[in-house]
T-cell receptor, first 114, second 115 residues
Framework: AQTVTQSQPEMSVQEAETVTLSCTYDTSENNYYLFWYKQPPSRQMILVIRQEAYKQQNATENRFSVNFQKAAKSFSLKISDSQLGDTAMYFCAFMQTSGSRLTFGEGTQLTVNP | SAVISQKPSRDICQRGTSLTIQCQVDSQVTMMFWYRQQPGQSLTLIATANQGSEATYESGFVIDKFPISRPNLTFSTLTVSNMSPEDSSIYLC????????????FGAGTRLSVL
């Protein structure tokens, strides 16, 4: 079974600064997908970024980028130029290529301070 | 991305009663899922809602407790039956499209409190 671990329950950052959220996972699969979802106080789960394991290039979406280290089974999220609206719970998630179930980590509560 | 509507957005229910949560999508989707998020915790998949057939339940979840319907490609319901305070959670619906089965889009969730 796959497991996803987020070792930082809470983090804070000053507005306009950069922050990195950590995620590690365990799997015996070679092909899979990794995701970062954001859940603001409104509860809406929003897809932030997605990485396909067979792609070596790290995914980027505007201010959001990942550092995907397949051998180390690490998938960190970097948020540049942090904004107040980035305040949310961030979940790392795993999906097998052959399946559809998302396995989520415990989440990291990020607070962006003015 | 999809526009996903969940109803109700929140409810307070008495022990022993049942609540049905609806999930409506603005376009046809291939897959629909139901997740539970217990207070302060992460999301756990309850089941995959299959159109025209019985849902596929994850370990630890049973049809008698969480009956699911999916009569068409845009609508699904989850019922939480014979509720107890331990059922107090956020219940979320998610969907995936045929061309991008590995991307799930979520509704805003239903916050359920059981007294």
């Amino acid at each position: 079974a796959q497991t996803v671990t987020q070792s930082q329950p809470e983090m804070s950052v000053q507005e306009a600064e950069t922050v990195t959220l950590s995620c590690t996972y365990d799997t015996s699969e070679n092909n899979y997908y990794l995701f970062w979802y954001k859940q603001p106080p409104s509860r809406q789960m929003i897809l932030v970024i997605r990485q396909e394991a067979y792609k070596q290039q790290n995914a980027t979406e505007n201010r959001f980028s990942v550092n995907f280290q397949k051998a180390a089974k690490s998938f960190s999220l970097k948020i540049s130029d942090s904004q107040l609206g980035d305040t949310a719970m961030y979940f790392c998630a795993f999906m097998q290529t052959s399946g559809s179930r998302l396995t989520f980590g415990e989440g990291t509560q990020l607070t962006v301070n003015p | 991305s999809a526009v996903i509507s969940q109803k109700p957005s929140r409810d307070i229910c008495q022990r022993g009663t049942s609540l049905t949560i609806q999930c409506q999508v603005d376009s046809q989707v291939t897959m629909m899922f139901w997740y539970r998020q217990q207070p302060g915790q992460s999301l756990t998949l309850i089941a995959t809602a299959n159109q025209g057939s019985e849902a596929t339940y994850e370990s630890g979840f049973v049809i008698d407790k969480f009956p699911i319907s999916r009569p068409n490609l845009t609508f699904s319901t989850l019922t939480v039956s014979n509720m107890s305070p331990e059922d107090s959670s956020i219940y979320l619906c998610s969907v995936a499209y045929q061309g991008a089965k590995n991307i799930q889009y979520f509704g805003a969730g239903t916050r359920l409190s059981v007294l």
